[in-house]
């Protein structure tokens, strides 16, 4: 498991580059009461998590279990979902909205960015409308 990586991963990177060419900007791995979330919007008070299937039990085939060793990912599972819950309780106890995105949604990743959209709001630019960093004279 030391492999396993805690952030950048392959799901978190496909929804990132999706909201980034919607026009979207957001903070990545963003401080929370000694967590750290995924996408923050900050001045939207919103924040998408990025949930792999596996470490927090979708109920979905690739959330499925192994046979191996039953009783311990039974608990390290049981344990992630416990502590997904307290960010998110902590979170709207705090005035911010979440939204979840499934690694097995993102499949779709049309109906994944439309759902993302109409959480997020219209973005203040368009992919090809950024704000320019240089200055006019």
């Given at each position: 498991?030391?492999?396993?990586?805690?952030?950048?991963?392959?799901p978190e990177r496909r929804v990132r580059r999706m909201l980034h060419a919607a026009g979207y900007r957001?903070?990545?791995q963003f401080p929370f009461r000694r967590k750290r979330l995924d996408l923050a919007f900050?001045?939207?008070k919103r924040v998408v998590l990025v949930h792999g299937c596996f470490w927090h039990g979708h109920d979905c085939p690739r959330g499925r279990l192994p046979q191996t060793n039953t009783?311990?990912?039974?608990?390290?599972?049981?344990?992630?979902r416990e502590r997904d819950n307290e960010t998110i309780l902590a979170l709207v106890?705090?005035?911010?909205?979440?939204?979840?995105?499934?690694?097995?949604?993102?499949?779709d990743?049309?109906?994944?960015?439309?759902?993302?959209?109409?959480f997020l709001g219209p973005p203040k630019w368009s992919g090809d409308q950024a704000p320019?960093?240089?200055?006019?004279?």
């Open positions: 498991m030391r492999a396993v990586k805690g952030r950048d991963t392959a957001f903070r990545v900050i001045n939207r009783d311990f990912w039974n608990a390290k599972i049981s344990r992630n106890a705090d005035h911010w909205t979440t939204a979840i995105v499934w690694e097995c949604e993102l499949k990743e049309a109906a994944v960015s439309q759902r993302l959209r109409a320019s960093t240089a200055s006019s004279p």
